[in-house]
C-alpha cells in the first residue's frame, strides 16, 4: 500500500493471531480528504494485483459476491477480507 500511496487512506489488520485468521482492509481516511473518494476500492485492488491479492467479503455472509457490493461496504467503513486471486482457467 505504500508504493501506492494508500498507507495513509486504508489500515490493514488480522482478524486473530492462531490460524485460521483473516487479513482484513479498512478505509482509514475522512471521505472529506480524498477528492477521489469513490475511486479508492478500484485504487486498492490495483495496488494488490501485483501481489495476486483482492478484496472479498467473508465466506457465507451474502449469496453474491460482486465487486460493487465490497465497494459499497468498504466505502460505508467496513471492514473487507483480503484474498488469494483465483488464476483464470
Do not use: W
Request: proline share 8%; net charge negative; glycine share 4%.
Amino acid at each position: 500500500m505504500v508504493k501506492a500511496g494508500l498507507s495513509s487512506s486504508v489500515d490493514v489488520s488480522l482478524t486473530r493471531i492462531d490460524a485460521p485468521c483473516e487479513a482484513r482492509v479498512i478505509i482509514a481516511a475522512d471521505p472529506e480528504e480524498i477528492p477521489d473518494y469513490s475511486a479508492l476500492p478500484s485504487r486498492v485492488r490495483a495496488a494488490l494485483r501485483d501481489f495476486h491479492i483482492t478484496l472479498d467479503l467473508p465466506q457465507g455472509e451474502h449469496d453474491e459476491i460482486t465487486d460493487n457490493l465490497i465497494d459499497e461496504l468498504l466505502l460505508d467503513g467496513e471492514p473487507v477480507r483480503l484474498a488469494r486471486l483465483k488464476p483464470q482457467t
